[in-house]
């Protein structure tokens, strides 16, 4: 007998997340780190395990290495089975040719052989690129209930921030009666957080009849969604309340780790009850020397704290050298801050060093132009020379030399 | 050289009653030891860093914990098809009841010993704490031409029963003395020890025959043998301490925050443990912290001076913990001082208590207290 899949996601985790910039260059968005030991993507992969999803495709197409490497057979996330598990999805050769994905429904489209050996009732259509912790299962449940083709996780944001998401009007049921794409001026708040679920066999059609459109961008927002809703189709939304964040540029990044530090947001990593797994640092516990000044931050495994460290977000086998600061600042793992170095409002990438008596980033309150203001990016394996200072807002991908 | 054709023995209840307040619960194997570990991670880890596949890990009693550290050995890469690690539990010849000493025990193991395949044996015991490449152990053995080999230390001999100590020329072992203690630093077994499969076949099935199969090992197998075979000593210089009583425990413990666990954990020798996906460390506002060793999960609120902390830890706000080893998931009440003491896990104090041991007689509190 064959087990059966209830339902199914799909994970898109093809986006180059080119405002993230330097940050994206050798990763695909949803492996850049986050919250001291995660990638973006243990979220959803988490919340699939979580919510009882036990068949997860990943649909990969910029810079998929890392995150190859990354989910590997998926084991950190309980999702190595014999039946489902994880599958990493990349474009691949067919008959007529090599296509890439061109757009989210492509990629679905392009998979439809992948969806049919499990032949699911449901499939979840999930991004990589957001941190939040959902149960998929109860949306599910609502989508049964009222026996959707589709429905449409929905946040109600702050009205000012409405224009940059796409968003609904809601029937007193639940029901959809509206869409609006990223609107000048707004006249809803409800925003899709870009989690969808379809019935199977609905989907199944409309990717099938998006693809032989030529007109369609193949986009879930602009072409599949809009469709379904033309032809009349039951669409609901289902309201989500708790934390949710969209990581797509530097400064949500920035603000999204810090937020971790903020008692009153509501996303605690240490509940024991919705975990979010990942693959873990091999690295003994930190230490925190007697000349450490270490508050209000978190701090990863492997590291050692000598400096002062406040209001920061500290990834694994990070080392903070004696009289070395750190304030409202992001440092990925295996980054080396020297003795006598600042970093303020800055996101360190990986393995990079900061030498002695650099200066990295700028608070907003000391900026010349606080219009101008923003978080100071280093990349990967960079090096900050002697004494050398770099602005705010900059984002540095190559050595920078000291100061004498 | 890789130790690919090498079994690994490792006693994961030897020297249980040294450390009877932490053992009650679980065997010296599963003793938390510097934050995040269990004893048997820095054996473990070693063997696998020297490309070692084959553990057997021998069992006694309460193995429970260890079982659960385990796990399939999946953290270690010991989740295998070929070779891999495995559990054995005592094995009770007809009317013989529990093992009583290494060598029935290692009776109790022949049929995995001979049926392992591999013509080399490390045993290994969990109290002694290092990180050294097994590798170059039987490096040294093969290159010596020993007959057996025992990784030696120098300095004053742990309080252990049987604990072997030597008198060495170059490196050849001259003669063994078992269960001397004195104050003065000597050559001491950090119980460590490398045969031919072949050979630790021939002794365990001669002191079967001769009934000295009760005896202890040390003088069975090493001592009574130092004329008649080629045994020779392997210089220990690294990091490699011994725990022999709760005391030794606490001070070693100590001793790694006084800059010594960067002798311990080194970049190319990774010590592995079991997953828990505990999200980072998290110091709140006004929390202090200053010479500790902090694991994952911790939440810091209050103040941390000179201390062990394991995973999941919670310290509340105005809580004070100085000069103590805080084991997984405990408790502290806000404004509570905790001051030379040990915490078994679970542990909760409930806010305001005060305790305080000495440095030289830690207070310990036992698993799943509430004070």
Redesign the interface.
Known sequence: MVKKTECLAMLLAGGQGSRLGILTKNIAKPAVPYGGKYRIIDFPLSNCINSGIETVGVLTQYQPLELNDYIGNGRPWDLDRSYGGVHVLSPYQQIKGTEWYKGTANAIYQNINFIDRYNPEYVAVLSGDHIYKMDYNKMLKFHKENDAACTIAMLEVPWDEASRFGLMFVNDDGSISEFEEKPKNPRSNKASMGVYIFTWSKLRQYLIDDENNPESGNDFGHDVIPAMHENGERMFAYKFDGYWKDVGTIDSLWEANLDLLNPKVDLDLSDDSWKIYSRNPIAPPHFVSADAKLENSMVGEGCYIGGEVDYSVLFSNVTIEKGAKVRYSIIMPGTTIKAGATVEYSIIAENAVIEEDAKVGLSPEDSANRDDWGVTVIGEKVTIGKGATVAAKEMIDTDVKGVK | MYAANVLGIIYSNVYDDHLNELTTVRTMGSVPF????RLIDFVLSGMVNSGITKVGISTKANYQSLMDHLGSG?AWDLSRKRDGMTILPPFNLSDSGVYESRLEALQGMMGYISKSGKDYVVLADCNAVCNISYADLLDFHQESGADITVAYKRGIAPKLKNIMTFDIEGNDIKKVTVDQHGDEACDYALNIIVMSRVLLQRIISAAAGSGSIRESFEKEAIAKNVDKLKIKGYKVDTYAKTIDSLQSYYDISMQL?SGE?RD??TKEN???TK?R?????????????????????C?IKGT?ENS??SR?VQIAEGAVVKNSIIMQDCFIGAGASINCAILDKDVVIKPNRELSGAETYPLYIGKGTTV
Not at chain 2, 34 to 37: C, D, H, L
């Open positions: 510097a934050g995040r570990y999946q925050l666990f311990l954990f990774p010590v592995f997953v996906d505990d999200m980072p460390a998290i110091y709140g506002i006004c929390s202090k912290a200053s010479d500790s060793l902090v694991a994952d999960g939440i941390v062990v902390l999941g």
